[in-house]
């Protein structure tokens, strides 16, 4: 059973960066797409960035400018460098990868959190 294991997720004032990781805990093969999603509390879970296996990146509007997603294939690894945090950014953030078949994996999210 793979699984996908996020970090980097915690306590960040406003205008602060968080850096979250999520790798995969075995091989995954012909992944198409890596994204990150996020929940806030009582909402529906949204996208908030995706790579495709070309580099292709698309983000939500809320992010643009403040966040980058990269990925690292030979790692199996996605990464969300998130600067200028927001309280609205406040959320559960989960990784997803979505392979050709087409498979989907989902991480088991980790917190956000930004407070002064």
């Known amino acids: 059973q793979v699984q996908l294991v996020e970090s980097g997720g915690g306590l960040v004032q406003p205008g602060g960066s968080l850096r979250l990781s999520c790798a995969a805990s075995?091989?995954?093969?012909?992944?198409?797409?890596m994204n990150w999603y996020r929940q806030h509390p009582g909402k529906q879970r949204e996208l908030v960035a995706a790579i495709a296996d070309d580099n292709t990146t698309n983000y939500a509007d809320s992010v643009k400018g403040r966040f980058t997603i990269t990925r690292d294939n030979a790692k199996n690894t996605v990464y969300l460098q998130m600067n200028s945090l927001k309280p609205e950014d406040t959320a559960v953030y989960y990784c997803?990868?979505?392979?050709?078949?087409?498979?989907?994996?989902w991480g088991q999210g980790t917190q956000v959190t930004v407070s002064s």
């Open positions: 997803n990868f979505v392979t050709y078949e087409p498979i989907n994996y």
């Open positions: 075995r091989r995954i093969f012909s992944i198409y797409t």
